[in-house]
């Protein structure tokens, strides 16, 4: 059995079952009244200082999409945000309201991203290796957090390579922390639809790690070496 964990994600590469995750802090949970409803509409209209108070209420969520992709540390992860912010405001007039709007600005952080890291490789860009300050205020060894960002950083390879729908809803499940009913609201898909893209990106996820030996000694070894 391999199990891998760290920064949001949490793996077991057997039986094929999805594990429960950890909400992250600051992520809620729907709620009856969006919040945010009201400056969305006034957005829509027009309304330029609606718009810029939108955009403060969800960038933090949009910079959380962008480091949980990119890596804390990529030196793109602003203007990712920045970018993720310009196409809530662009496709607010589409949003039907199935979901909350802040969970609706997730998901746009997300795919916009993603769709970063997928421009990012076809251009042939290097790995990015980093330490996040998430670390900083642990007792772990300078070996165990060099281990901890290597594994993350496999994981977001692993990543680019399933479906994008795949790999958008395990993001959103697993480092956003949203739940499968709000994976499923945001991303208009049946719930069961989302638990088999799950579970479809997991069992492969677990294929590619255990048919490459460096792989699986990196997401198992407990020493950096």
Do not use: W
């Not at 969800?58 to 196409?87: C, I, S, W, Y």
């Not at 499940?173 to 991303?187: D, I, K, P, R, T």
């Amino acid at each position: 059995m391999i199990h891998f964990s760290c920064a949001g994600y949490s793996l077991i590469c057997m039986p094929a079952r999805l594990l429960p995750f950890r909400r992250p802090q600051g992520t809620p949970r729907a709620p009856g009244k969006d919040p945010l409803a009201g400056l969305a509409r006034s957005c829509v209209q027009g309304d330029v200082r609606a718009t810029r108070t939108l955009i403060v209420s969800v960038m933090p969520a949009l910079l959380r999409a962008a480091r949980g992709v990119l890596g804390v540390r990529h030196g793109d992860v602003e203007d990712v945000a920045q970018e993720a912010a310009l196409g809530l405001v662009q496709s607010l007039a589409t949003f039907r309201s199935e979901s909350t709007v802040l969970h609706y600005a997730t998901r746009i952080g997300v795919r916009t991203a993603l769709a970063a890291r997928r421009k990012a490789k076809v251009r042939g860009e290097g790995r990015h290796v980093e330490l996040d300050e998430s670390a900083v205020s642990t007792e772990q060894s300078p070996a165990a957090l060099l281990l901890s960002a290597y594994r993350r950083q496999i994981l977001r390879e692993l990543c680019d390579e399933l479906p994008e729908a795949q790999s958008e809803a395990l993001v959103l499940h697993c480092v956003m922390g949203l739940s499968l009913e709000e994976v499923a609201a945001v991303s208009g898909a049946p719930e069961n639809t989302v638990r088999s893209r799950l579970r479809l990106a997991k069992e492969s996820l677990r294929s590619k790690i255990l048919g490459d030996g460096r792989l699986r000694e990196a997401l198992t070894s407990e020493v950096l070496v």
